[in-house]
Structure formats: structure tokens, C-alpha cells
């Protein structure tokens, strides 16, 4: 989530509602300027008994962070706390249980993205070695409750955990429990945007299948792949979900407006600090009626901060966000903007990609959205057959626009090899949540502790 850390007085005020799409419009970038940005998220624990280490503990959160600006990350205060580093790799973040995240710098290849991860993940091991703190790459906890984990310092934190539950049963899981990888990616005009929006979305199912690794909940098999995904069908209705508008007949910046107006509101973000404004509505606040601040109008960057704070399977600010996978490990960090990359930065992948999704229903979308979390890879698809035998031609088309760019290292390789990751699970035949139910009832003996031993970087 966004980190903000001083007001932005000089911003201009909104004062009418055709400024609201101007964010989006100049996300709007030539393809030689596209850029990928990388995000990845890991659980962070104590080695010696594997708990969830507070912010202010010694050797917690905060010293981790601290001992981290020894390569270069310069350190993010909120409220006299440092609840972020920032750097020529990008930004260094919290999510509220203490998860610790990388938010990528805009790169050019998916060889310098894999790089920047590489760099990221020894940094991290390096101090975690040092401080008796580990890193694992899942996409929930496996074994912890809510009560176990700490909530960090950052007041839109406390403005979300308050609120969260009024609206759905299982937000705090998905605040205090999860770990995903994204990827941002750009467009060059509104077309544009409208066909990546709806390629991604309509194949968000499939990136949740490949990386589905979350089976577990407090110690035991939870019945679900990525139970993970399965949080956010009854996270905040009016915030998350498939977004069926984005398949309409004219759909575009204006409409996507409308759909963010629509979304309650979490914060303002006022001389340091986070106003609770939660339900409230940001069309209230265009009229100058928003309770939280009485006679005032919005200023741009209010606008942009209130766009973070929908969590749609894929989310459009000045960028298209995917947002349906797992965390997991080096590789598939590697993989999954790989695998989104070759599907919208060349043409003609993007319209193959486009000929197989365009016939689907939205009844069709949404079943296969509500399959997946439970079912994996063995998931009905849309038209026969299952979620894995689509995989497969899912990842001939991202292997053909990969292929496309002809984006070579000092080796002479391609992109192409940052898929093998998930070829391998589709051959395979099973998410890799199913290989993590395979060694606890194997090898491991039903003892989920050997998780921290066999998957952490």
C-alpha cells in the first residue's frame, strides 16, 4: 500500500470532476517509454521460534529496516517513526502486520527486474542472518491467528483495521495474514488501457492458479489453493472484485471515475497526519460536504490517494495493476511479470490473448474467479477443459510476445526463460499449493513448522 509522508498543499484543488481522470491520462506513455514495475511482499520471522516480530522489539521491524540503509535505502518517516526506506530500487515499505515489501523501480526488462529482486533478497538475508529474523515467500501465514501478529505504525493502518470489519467478515486476514506479487504496467492511449484491462482481468483467474500457495490457515489445511484469493470475496464488496463494468460497450477513464466515486472513502491525509474518513464519499467531498473536512474540496493528490484504496483484481491509477497472485519465491517473483508482460507489451500477443477471452460471459468470468481459490489449476475454464490445460495456451501467447521484444542480457537470452517457472507448474499439472499439501501429509508428517525450514529465501 501507498506510503505518504507530507501533505501536498500546492496541489491543485479539485473543482470539478473532469480533472479526476487526469491521473490516468497522463499514465498514457509511448511504447518505447513502457516501463515494469515490480512489487513483492514476505512474511518476516523470528528464527529461533518463528514468530511474527513486533516493530520496536530489539532486532524487530524497526531494526531490520534501519540495518537495511547500510546499502544505500534511505529511511521514511511517519509520525517520527520510520515505516519505510526509499531508494534507486524503489521503496521499501510495511504492510500492517509487519510483511515487508518491495515496491520496484520502473525497469526497462524483466532482466533488470530479476535483478533488482536478487539484490533485494540478499540485502534482506544478509541482515535477517544478523538480526535471527527469516523471510517466507507464501501467500498467507501458515500457522499464525490474528491475535499473534503485530500491527505496524502507520495511521491509514489503524483507520483500515478499525473499519474493516463493519464491511466484511475476513479483511483483517487480508491486511494482517497475506503476501502477494504484482506487477504495474503501462498503455499508450484509452484504447489501449481498455483492451490490457480486460485481457488482464478476465485472465487474473489463471495468474491466481499458478501461484496459488496458500493452503493453510493456523496450522492445518485450510481446503482452498490460495486462500489468499478466497479473503477477498468477503473483504469490502464495494472496493474489490471483478469489475463486470470494465466489459461494457464505452468503457473507459470516464467510467472507471464513476466506479472510484462510488468507492467509500478510507482517509485524508492532512499536515502529517491520517483523518479517518472512513465510508464517507469522495462525491461529498467534491461538493465541499465531506464530514471528516467540513467546507473543503479535494486536491489532486487526495484524488490519488483515494485510487490506492480499491482493491479490484486489477487496478487502474496512472497504471495497470495485477493483483490476483500469491507471494512466493525468487522465481515466480521473476515469473509473474514475465508472465503479464509477454500478454500486454506486444500487439500481437495481446490481441491472441484477446481472440481467447473476448467470447466469455460475464457469468463465465465470474465462476472461474470463484473456482479458482478452492479448485487450483483443476478448475473448470470457460469453454471445457480446465484452468491448467488453459495455462498452457496462456503461456504460449506470453512466451510469443516475450519472444517478441527481443530483450537480450550480455548472454544472449531472452526474456522467455523468466516462464520456465510456470511452465513447469503447468506441466505438472498442480498449483503449487498442492506440492505444499503433498509434504505436509509426506515428508514433513503433518508437522507445518518444516514450512519455515523448506521455503524461506
Not at 535483478?115 to 499464525?144: N, S
Request: charged fraction near 25%.
Amino acid at each position: 500500500m501507498s506510503t505518504r509522508t507530507a501533505s501536498d498543499s500546492n496541489d491543485p484543488i479539485v473543482e470539478s470532476r473532469d480533472q479526476l481522470a487526469v491521473p490516468m491520462i497522463k499514465g498514457e506513455k509511448p511504447k518505447d517509454r513502457w516501463r515494469i514495475g515490480t512489487e513483492h511482499e514476505k512474511f518476516v520471522y523470528r528464527t529461533a521460534d518463528h514468530r511474527a516480530p513486533s516493530y520496536d522489539e530489539p532486532g524487530g521491524i524497526h531494526d531490520l529496516l534501519m540495518a537495511l540503509t547500510r546499502f544505500g535505502w534511505e529511511p521514511v518517516i511517519e509520525g517520527g517513526k520510520v515505516i519505510a526506506l526509499a531508494g534507486s530500487d524503489g521503496t521499501v515499505s510495511l504492510e500492517p502486520a509487519g510483511q515487508l515489501e518491495l515496491s520496484g523501480a520502473p525497469l526497462e526488462n524483466l532482466h533488470q527486474t530479476c535483478a533488482e529482486t536478487g539484490r533485494h533478497l540478499k540485502q534482506v538475508k544478509e541482515v535477517g542472518a544478523e538480526l535471527g529474523l527469516g523471510f517466507l515467500g507464501l501467500g498467507m501465514w501458515p500457522d499464525k491467528t490474528r491475535a499473534e501478529l503485530p500491527i505496524m505504525p502507520k495511521g491509514r493502518y489503524k483507520i483500515m483495521l478499525d473499519h474493516m470489519p463493519r464491511v466484511g467478515s475476513m479483511g483483517l486476514d487480508m491486511m494482517l495474514r497475506t503476501c502477494t506479487i504484482q506487477t504495474n504496467l503501462d498503455y499508450s492511449s484509452e484504447a489501449d488501457m481498455v483492451q490490457k484491462f480486460r485481457v488482464s482481468l478476465a485472465l487474473q483467474p489463471i495468474a491466481t492458479a499458478l501461484f496459488a500457495s496458500s493452503p493453510f490457515t493456523e496450522g492445518r489445511p485450510n481446503g482452498y489453493m490460495s486462500y489468499r484469493s478466497h479473503i477477498w470475496t468477503d473483504t469490502d464488496p464495494a472496493r474489490t472484485g471483478m469489475l463486470p463494468f470494465v466489459f461494457e460497450q464505452g468503457f473507459g477513464y470516464e467510467r472507471y471515475v464513476d466506479y472510484m466515486l462510488d468507492v467509500p472513502m478510507y482517509f485524508v491525509f492532512r499536515d502529517g497526519k491520517y483523518i479517518d474518513a472512513a465510508g464517507q464519499s469522495f462525491r461529498d467531498f467534491l461538493k465541499g460536504e465531506l464530514p471528516a473536512l467540513p467546507g473543503e474540496k479535494p486536491r489532486l493528490s487526495d484524488w490519488n490517494d483515494h485510487l490506492s484504496t480499491a482493491f479490484p483484481e486489477v487496478r487502474l491509477k496512472s497504471f495497470l495493476e495485477m493483483r490476483g497472485a500469491d507471494g512466493g519465491p525468487w522465481n515466480r517473483i521473476c515469473a509473474l511479470p514475465a508472465l503479464w508482460v509477454g500478454l500486454l507489451y506486444d500487439q500481437a500477443a495481446l490481441d491472441a490473448a484477446w481472440d481467447l477471452v473476448k467470447g466469455w460471459s460475464i457469468e463465465e468470468q465470474q465462476t472461474l474467479r470463484d473456482a479458482v481459490p478452492s479448485e487450483g489449476l483443476d478448475a473448470p475454464a470457460p469453454g471445457g477443459g480446465t484452468v491448467g490445460e488453459l495455462a498452457h495456451r496462456v503461456l504460449d501467447i506470453a512466451a510469443a510476445g516475450l519472444a517478441a521484444r527481443g530483450e537480450v542480457n550480455s548472454m544472449g537470452d531472452n526474456e522467455v526463460g523468466f516462464l520456465e517457472a510456470l511452465r513447469r507448474i503447468a506441466k505438472n499439472g498442480k498449483s503449487p499449493a498442492h506440492d505444499l499439501l503433498d509434504q505436509y501429509e509426506g515428508a514433513w508428517g503433518g508437522d507445518l513448522s518444516k514450512i519455515y525450514d523448506e521455503l524461506s529465501f
